[in-house]
């Protein structure tokens, strides 16, 4: 079992930064890929970022390619979203996952409950 919790959404004007957190509870943190998704008022859940579990590999949404670094450090059991040059469409909820390398959300196993992230023009 792995538990999730994110933290540093909020307000933030576009052109601004922020970083977001994801604090997992358990010992095997290090033996699953972390994945950013997002989900906008009315639209699915897509894809941002992924952090392989050796760490060889991350992988990012071309909307966010450039902009976004996701890390991760397993002494912490916590990985990041450092998010940059923020844009009005990068509003969203934002949820961290656990599971297996990809892009696909159904194919993650735990889930944070999210934290809201609002970009204004």
């Known amino acids: 079992q792995v538990q999730l919790v994110e933290s540093g959404g909020g307000l933030v004007q576009a052109g601004g930064s922020l970083r977001l957190s994801c604090a997992a509870s358990?010992?095997?943190?290090?033996?699953?890929?972390m994945g950013w998704f997002r989900q906008a008022p009315g639209k699915e859940r897509e894809f941002v970022a992924a952090f392989a579990r050796s760490g060889f590999g991350r992988h990012y949404a071309d909307s966010v390619k450039g902009r976004f670094t996701i890390s991760r450090d397993n002494a912490k059991n916590t990985v990041y979203l450092q998010m940059n040059s923020l844009k009005p469409e990068d509003t969203a909820v934002y949820y961290c996952a656990a599971g297996p390398y990809g892009s696909n959300p159904d194919r993650y196993d735990y889930w944070g409950r999210g934290t809201q992230v609002t970009v204004s023009s």
């Open positions: 358990g010992r095997t943190f290090s033996s699953y890929a």
